[in-house]
């Protein structure tokens, strides 16, 4: 009899940042801590000779608001939970909700090494790496990751120093934001405020 697998369940929300940690410590983990760096921040390219290669540079290259139906956008964040505050003391508010937002994200990652031969392997190894742990991402909050392409740098600045990979996958993530109820009742004493203003003026 066959074995239907069931679909992978996230257990959370995980946004970019916590995203790109969690890749982190999965490429020390699987690689060895030592195997080069990960980072938000690029090589410097005029000092080639002092680069630690291997580096994979990571950034946000395109967002816009997620899908969470047949052609439906999550345009603006949405309530998903309210967290009550049982030890409320005076300093905390009493409770908080809990804003999500979708978004559906191009996510670059720049393999940056010394030759050809080397940047392609330290790729393919990346593009293996995040094939197989996948369904743990997913797990941990992450919606969806594909890879889409790959690019080669053709920038003679960098072609000449360094040799780079561009590996551009689409990421369906989630974005929470906490807002203490004491800001929305802010909110709506100078919403009550400026409404009673407009309605002098208009008199």
Same mark, same amino acid.
């Given at each position: 009899?066959?074995?239907?697998?069931?679909?992978?369940?996230?257990?959370?929300?995980?946004?970019?940042?916590?995203?790109?940690?969690?890749?982190?410590?999965?490429?020390?983990?699987?690689?060895?801590?030592?195997?080069g760096?990960?980072?938000?921040?690029?090589?410097?390219?005029t000092?080639?000779?002092?680069?630690?290669?291997?580096?994979?540079l990571?950034y946000?290259q395109?967002?816009?608001?997620? *899908?969470i139906? $047949? =052609?439906?956008? &999550? !345009?603006?964040?949405?309530?998903?939970? /309210?967290?009550?505050?049982?030890?409320?003391n005076?300093?905390?508010?009493?409770?908080?909700?809990?804003?999500?937002?979708?978004?559906?994200?191009?996510?670059a990652?720049?393999?940056?090494?010394e030759?050809?031969?080397?940047?392609?392997?330290?790729?393919k190894?990346?593009?293996?790496?995040?094939?197989?742990?996948?369904?743990? *991402?997913k797990? $941990? =909050?992450?919606? &969806? !990751?594909?890879?889409?392409?790959?690019? /080669?740098?053709?920038?003679?600045?960098?072609?000449?120093?360094?040799?780079?990979?561009?590996?551009i996958?689409?990421?369906?993530?989630?974005?929470?934001?906490?807002?203490?109820?004491?800001?929305?009742?802010?909110?709506?004493?100078?919403?009550?405020?400026?409404?009673?203003?407009?309605?002098?003026?208009g008199?």
């Amino acid at each position: 009899m066959a074995v239907v697998s069931k679909p992978t369940q996230a257990n959370g929300s995980m946004d970019y940042e916590e995203m790109m940690k969690t890749i982190k410590y999965l490429l020390d983990a699987a690689w060895g801590p030592k195997w080069g760096s990960f980072t938000q921040d690029g090589p410097n390219v005029t000092d080639a000779k002092n680069v630690e290669y291997p580096v994979i540079l990571h950034y946000i290259q395109e967002m816009i608001p997620g *899908l969470i139906g $047949k =052609g439906v956008r &999550e !345009i603006k964040p949405r309530i998903r939970y /309210t967290d009550i505050n049982k030890e409320t003391n005076g300093n905390q508010p009493p409770a908080t909700n809990i804003l999500g937002q979708v978004f559906d994200a191009e996510i670059a990652f720049e393999v940056w090494e010394e030759t050809n031969a080397q940047v392609e392997k330290v790729a393919k190894r990346l593009r293996q790496t995040l094939s197989i742990y996948a369904g743990f *991402l997913k797990e $941990k =909050g992450i919606k &969806e !990751i594909i890879f889409q392409k790959m690019e /080669t740098n053709k920038d003679s600045s960098i072609r000449d120093s360094s040799k780079v990979r561009k590996l551009i996958y689409l990421v369906r993530f989630e974005e929470l934001t906490e807002v203490p109820t004491d800001v929305l009742r802010v909110v709506d004493i100078v919403e009550k405020k400026l409404q009673k203003e407009t309605n002098k003026t208009g008199e």
